[in-house]
């Protein structure tokens, strides 16, 4: 059986995957964000997983207005580094999981959670900034992400965004999918997205520290309580785009103590730096205990 | 029974809801237009000609060409959709977020590196945060607004 062993949780800042790619990383401005990843990067390799279910915003992508899915979930067998404006990212193409995303598609769409279904889509920074933070940038002899990925789209960008309570319904209903894959699959769910910012109006640059690590406290611990927070209360104290941060509760839903199955989770890794550009980047990474 | 907006209290910030987004419909699709090398390449040659391609309205387009972002804003823009004309001239996106605040790039970088704009007074329009309508434009432009 497949199981979900461990959550991530990061923010995926476009100028993190810009200076990454041009070699910046170890400038002062920039050493002492790469400095908090430098501990995943290790567990990464250390606890490899066979799948990464990765849920990420599309910021204006993939999606146009055109047609904006509140769920989206790619079955595709692989998917592009997007041109957001400046060139695609010099990054790995990322594989897909097809058998295991139609899987998750059906059972998920049968627990009532309405999902559109995704075979062909440029992913953005919103993926790949995770993958670089938690991978490195792959060398090229060696020209690849560590396994197939499942991307899985949320909408963030135009009001109303599901709730932080739906996001943490929907990740109940992940674990249960994903639980109910025959082939034996270590499998791992990030959350991706946050912390406080907004990048909008003579209000652009709020940070908000205390609500961030107020939020991290409770994910952790009292993931129901982060759930129950309102969107008007990200929009108001974490920022315009700080309303990404419901992407985590998907994440956390998928956990084995909201299942019961567990008093809690194991905390292996906290991370906060403030800025990375215009945002306050957060970091966590759970195991199932 | 009209819709419940409850973040219309929030100074500095326009949420991207379905109003918005009709009424920006296409001068975000033109936005998006610039994904592709060809097309920024057409548009930097002559953004009038190519702004004209697209049913806008006169007052998106001039937010576009004076790249005045809190007017495409207005006019119904979502940054991410917006970012993409920055992108197009190499700009970033802390350039982009800074520039709608009437501060000087590095104005802007330093209150970020200072840890961010403060939430104090930031929270409901009347406050007297340094996001409230009565004190724009920010930084150096607003001591020398005040001196005039």
């Known amino acids: 059986m497949a199981r979900i062993t461990a959550s991530v949780y990061t923010s995926h800042v476009p100028a993190i995957g810009a200076a990454m790619d041009a070699g910046k990383d170890q400038e002062p401005y920039w050493q002492p964000l790469f400095k908090g990843y430098e501990y995943s990067k290790q567990w990464m390799k250390d606890n490899k997983p066979d799948v990464i279910f990765l849920v990420y915003n599309d910021h204006a992508t993939a999606f146009s207005l055109d047609l904006i899915p509140t769920f989206a979930i790619g079955t595709g067998a692989q998917y592009q580094p997007a041109d957001e404006g400046y060139g695609a990212r010099p990054v790995p193409t990322v594989i897909g999981h097809p058998e295991l995303a139609s899987h998750i598609a059906q059972s998920v769409i049968q627990q009532d959670f309405d999902l559109t279904i995704v075979n062909k889509m440029d992913v953005d920074h919103g993926l790949t900034v995770p993958l670089s933070l938690m991978c490195g940038n792959p060398p090229k002899n060696a020209f690849h992400w560590p396994c197939p990925v499942i991307p899985f789209a949320v909408n963030v960008v135009q009001y109303p965004v599901p709730s932080g309570q739906r996001c943490f319904n929907l990740g109940q209903a992940i674990r249960k999918a994903v639980e109910s894959y025959d082939e034996d699959l270590n499998v791992h769910i990030w959350g991706t997205g946050g912390m406080s910012h907004q990048l909008q109006g003579p209000r652009a640059g709020l940070i908000n520290a205390d609500f961030d690590n107020a939020f991290l406290d409770k994910l952790i611990a009292d993931p129901s309580a982060a759930a129950a927070i309102p969107h008007i209360d990200y929009v108001r104290e974490a920022g315009s785009e700080g309303i990404e941060l419901v992407m985590w509760l998907i994440a956390r839903g998928a956990m084995a103590d909201v299942a019961g199955r567990a008093d809690g989770v194991k905390l292996k890794h906290r991370f906060f730096h403030v800025p990375a550009s215009n945002t306050a980047v957060g970091h966590l990474i759970l195991e199932n205990q | ?148």
Not at chain 2, 47 to 55: F, H, I, S, T, V
Not at chain 2, 106 to 126: F, T
């Open chain 2, 1 to 148: 029974m009209s819709l419940n907006k409850p973040y219309l209290d929030v100074p500095g910030t326009i949420i991207f809801d379905a109003d918005q987004s009709r009424k920006g419909y296409h001068l975000n699709q033109f936005c998006m237009s610039l994904m592709k090398a060809e097309n920024r390449e057409r548009f930097k040659a002559d953004q009038r000609a190519y702004l004209d391609e697209w049913p806008m309205t006169e007052e998106q387009k001039q937010g576009v060409l004076t790249r005045d972002l809190n007017r495409c804003m207005a006019a119904g823009g979502n940054i991410y959709f917006l970012a993409k004309i920055g992108a197009t001239f190499g700009l970033s996106f802390q350039q982009m977020a800074g520039s709608m605040t009437g501060m000087t790039e590095e104005e802007y970088r330093a209150m970020m590196i200072g840890g961010g704009r403060s939430i104090q007074g930031n929270r409901y329009i009347g406050e007297d945060g340094d996001a409230q309508a009565h004190n724009q434009p920010q930084g150096a432009a607003h001591k020398n607004k005040k001196e005039v």
